[in-house]
């Protein structure tokens, strides 16, 4: 049977195998449990239903007040303060992501704000854990096939820097694979603490650090050179270090020639090319914060065609109320995006995942390879 050019959609998207890399634990229940949650532990919220709880996040988000934006996680974190609600809604995440065709994920949230009822950091990460070991034996139960692993955040302005990067280096035969820095970006570069850096480097221990979202290149700069950081969160604001030519100010065509002349990259975006140091974008989310006018000039379509290691991921599902497939139905909707895209960007995140070099060649030729080459033939 020859099949015509089968269009790209929803559920074809759905289907395609996916990794995300920068997905927050805590932006990312369900409306349904922290209601639930919310009653357990007697805390209030803004909507007493579900429906109007998801609106109330995501206009909260896109309100374009960061105060308001920041308010969202004080009512997710308030009901993540027990193992049981740590563990459920880790359990709940590694379900959805896997029933959306996500075959890797790394879910990353900061131990730190969940102490409120009297855990230590170690009980925190206790309790995911066994929430995620729970998720994937309940999605394999399903049919489904996902790894994932945490990613231990500390959070900038709280100065627990070296506690939470012992914490994640101890915790790394129980899940953790990684270690980030998150919140007020601006003000609390990495050099605030500059020795964790080494220090988790002389462990060869993994890390991303959240940059280049509310701050600019001198940012990503400090996270990739001071940092050591094996990837950047967002770093969406490289672009500030390349001039484009003004005939093509918001993408370029999907075309192997595309850069010569279009663009010309300062060093800093040299040196993060060069070194295809990789880029977790969330358009959907710096549509929300302001970082992006909207996903068709998000400049994640620019810096693919410019050959930088771009990553797709969702960063905070319930705020953006988005998903994997959607983040991909967007891009092919509204910047152009083929089959080869979505690959192009799966494969360069199984190659930028946390797990050893054998690990990611045998999920990039067992599972994502196969599951795009079937698209990609019907679109022959
Ligand atoms: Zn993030």
């Given at each position: 049977m020859t099949t015509e050019n089968a269009p790209l959609t929803v559920?074809?998207?759905?289907?395609?195998?996916?990794?995300?890399?920068?997905?927050?634990?805590?932006?990312?229940?369900r409306p349904a449990t922290i209601l639930e949650l919310a009653a357990d532990v007697g805390h209030q919220l803004?909507?007493?239903?579900?429906?109007?709880?998801?609106?109330?996040f995501a206009e909260a988000a896109d309100s374009g007040s960061l105060v308001r934006y920041l308010e969202t996680f004080d009512h997710t974190i308030a009901v993540m303060q027990t193992?049981?609600?740590?563990?459920?809604?880790?359990?709940?995440?590694?379900?959805?992501?896997?029933?959306?065709?996500?075959v890797y994920a790394e879910q990353r949230w900061a131990p730190e704000q969940h102490l409120q009822r009297g855990l230590t950091l170690q009980e925190t990460v206790d309790a995911v854990q066994s929430g995620i070991e729970q998720?994937?034996?309940?999605?394999?139960?399903?049919?489904?096939?996902?790894?994932?692993?945490?990613l231990?955040?500390?959070?900038?302005?709280?100065?627990?820097?070296?506690?939470?990067?012992?914490?994640?280096?101890?915790?790394?035969?129980?899940?953790?694979?990684?270690?980030d820095i998150a919140g007020a970006e601006d003000g609390f570069p990495p050099s605030r603490h500059a020795e964790i850096w080494r220090y988790l480097a002389d462990r060869n221990f993994p890390v991303t650090?959240?940059?280049g979202e509310a701050a600019g290149p001198e940012s990503i700069a400090e996270a990739v050179h001071l940092g050591q950081a094996s990837r950047i969160g967002h770093g969406v604001r490289i672009v500030e270090d390349i001039t484009f030519d003004a005939e093509h100010p918001h993408r370029f065509p999907h075309s192997a020639e595309g850069e010569s002349g279009t663009a010309a990259l300062g060093l800093l975006a040299h040196w993060v090319r060069d070194h295809q140091i990789p880029l977790e974008l969330c358009p959907s989310s710096n549509v929300q914060t302001g970082a992006a006018t909207s996903v068709a000039a998000h400049p994640i379509t620019r810096l693919k065609e410019l050959d930088f290691a771009v990553t797709l991921n969702t960063d905070n599902r319930l705020m953006s109320r988005t998903t994997m497939t959607q983040e991909m139905a967007l891009l092919v909707e509204h910047a152009?995006?083929?089959?080869?895209?979505?690959?192009d960007v799966t494969m360069n995140?199984?190659?930028?995942?946390?797990?050893?070099?054998?690990?990611?060649?045998?999920?990039?030729?067992?599972?994502?390879?196969p599951g795009y080459q079937e698209v990609q033939g019907a679109q022959l």
């Open positions: 559920d074809v998207i759905r289907s395609l195998p996916k990794v995300v890399l920068h997905d927050h634990l805590d932006g990312g229940l803004p909507a007493g239903d579900a429906e109007a709880l998801g609106a109330w193992p049981a609600a740590l563990a459920r809604v880790a359990r709940e995440a590694v379900l959805d992501l896997a029933r959306d065709g996500v998720g994937v034996a309940e999605a394999a139960a399903e049919g489904r096939t996902i790894r994932v692993g945490q231990v955040t500390a959070m900038r302005h709280a100065d627990r820097w070296q506690e939470i990067a012992e914490l994640a280096v101890a915790n790394r035969a129980n899940g953790v694979v990684g270690f650090i959240h940059a152009g995006w083929t089959i080869d895209d979505l690959a995140a199984a190659w930028s995942a946390f797990v050893h070099h054998d690990e990611r060649r045998a999920l990039v030729d067992d599972v994502i390879l």
